[in-house]
């Protein structure tokens, strides 16, 4: 079964730190891994892709990391900042159809 | 400037109801998706559409429709709500051409509460 799981659920940090996130993922075949930032009252935005060759990749404060062998994905948040608090979701595409299978996020709050 | 639009952001209604979400992007898109997200923030894509094809999550109750009068534009009519259709519903778009890469922008989205 296709499936897309984060963790953790939620997580409150400091101001300042860093942080990761988890995504493990059973979708097969694999096409791309994508992180969305969600802002509360807001759509998501797209954070960073990666494809299957692509291990890491960086996006300011942020930074993806792929392992196609384990299937796992973690975003790493550096110095967090208080706009950082949001809904961080894991979409994989695959499947055989390029279909997306949305992880349920992880909510961060970061406090001062 | 809005890429992609939403109207209207919040809608309260009475069970039983028929009601329409309208969604616009002006990005040039020729694919555009309904999503529902529920209380636990659980997204889940009901329909994706382009102009040659619609893709209807068969989870989808038949009292959902999507209407495409062109192809920046993909309203949602939901006929005779129910408690359960109260959610979040968001509006997506993306280039078929790129699909391999599958990267959707995301209107606002409405937030239905059906009483």
């Known amino acids: 079964k296709n499936q897309v799981e984060q963790s953790p659920q939620s997580l409150i940090i400091l101001e300042g730190k860093n942080c990761t996130l988890q995504c493990n993922y059973t979708v097969s075949p694999f096409s791309n891994l994508r992180w969305y930032k969600q802002d509360t009252g807001r759509g998501p935005v797209s954070l960073t892709i990666m494809t299957f060759s692509e291990n890491t990749k960086s996006n300011g404060r942020y930074t993806a990391t792929l392992d196609a062998d384990t299937k796992q994905s973690s975003l790493h948040i550096t110095a967090s900042q208080l706009s950082d608090s949001a809904s961080y979701i894991c979409?994989?595409?695959?499947?055989?159809?390029?279909?997306?299978?949305f992880g349920t996020g992880t909510r961060l709050t970061v406090i001062p | 400037d809005t890429a992609v639009s939403q109207t209207p952001k919040y809608l309260v209604t009475q069970m039983g109801n028929d009601k329409s979400i309208k969604c616009e992007q002006n990005l040039g898109h020729d694919t555009m998706y309904w999503y529902k997200q529920d209380s636990k923030k659980f997204l889940k894509i009901m329909f994706s559409y382009n102009n040659k094809e619609l893709i209807i999550n068969e989870t989808v109750p038949n009292r959902f429709s999507p209407k495409s009068p062109d192809k920046a534009h993909l309203n949602l009519h939901i006929n005779s709500l129910e408690l359960g259709d109260s959610a979040v519903y968001f509006c997506?778009?993306?280039?078929?051409?790129?699909?391999?890469?599958?990267?959707?922008?995301f209107g606002p989205g409405t937030r239905l509460t059906v009483l």
């Open positions: 997506a778009s993306s280039h078929e051409k790129k699909r391999l890469y599958n990267e959707q922008f």
């Open positions: 979409v994989v595409s695959g499947g055989g159809a390029n279909n997306l299978f």
